[in-house]
């Protein structure tokens, strides 16, 4: 992975999932920094959250949020320049977000995903190269 620092984000119905990612972050020694929240907050709501990580992602930098569907971090991070967020539902949605679609924001469904599903979704996400192929390349651009 080349990435200098991943950011992380979670409202409260991804709180738990943050913290599980959190010591698996340590354990593999990978460059992350949480940005919140930092103690369980019922009332939080996602939108702040997504806007302080997706403010973060730039060429060198990747984020991660978390909320109950992923739904809510998606559609609140894409609003940001230069990212593109993926919801992160299954391994291969995840490997693909990054290998076609150059994917640098993954959103996770709290609700949804095990401890043990989320880390493999990760896992996955981090270690897809985009192809560079030129049909991608392109799509790409039109995003931007």
Same mark, same amino acid.
């Given at each position: 992975?080349?990435?200098?620092?991943?950011?992380?984000? *979670?409202?409260?119905?991804?709180?738990?999932?943050?913290?599980?990612?959190?010591?698996?972050?340590?354990?593999?020694?990978?460059?992350?920094?949480?940005?919140? /929240?930092?103690?369980?907050?019922?009332?939080?709501?996602?939108?702040?959250?997504?806007?302080? @990580? *997706?403010?973060?992602?730039?060429?060198?930098?990747?984020?991660?949020?978390?909320?109950?569907?992923?739904?809510?971090? @998606?559609?609140?991070?894409?609003?940001?320049?230069? @990212?593109?967020?993926?919801?992160?539902?299954?391994?291969?949605?995840?490997?693909?977000?990054?290998?076609? /679609?150059?994917? /640098?924001?993954?959103?996770?469904?709290?609700?949804?995903?095990?401890?043990?599903? *989320?880390?493999?979704?990760?896992? @996955?996400?981090? /270690?897809?190269?985009?192809?560079?192929?030129?049909?991608?390349?392109?799509?790409?651009?039109?995003?931007?």
């Amino acid at each position: 992975m080349k990435t200098k620092k991943i950011y992380l984000g *979670a409202d409260h119905a991804g709180f738990k999932l943050k913290e599980a990612i959190k010591k698996y972050f340590d354990q593999k020694k990978i460059t992350y920094q949480d940005l919140g /929240n930092y103690k369980f907050q019922p009332d939080d709501d996602y939108p702040d959250l997504a806007k302080k @990580v *997706a403010k973060k992602i730039n060429k060198n930098n990747l984020g991660i949020l978390i909320c109950g569907s992923g739904q809510g971090m @998606v559609m609140t991070a894409n609003k940001f320049k230069n @990212v593109r967020a993926a919801l992160g539902y299954s391994i291969k949605a995840a490997g693909i977000s990054r290998q076609d /679609n150059d994917s /640098n924001l993954l959103c996770l469904a709290g609700w949804f995903l095990t401890k043990k599903q *989320a880390l493999k979704i990760i896992e @996955v996400w981090l /270690n897809t190269s985009f192809s560079n192929l030129a049909r991608h390349k392109r799509r790409v651009r039109k995003i931007n």
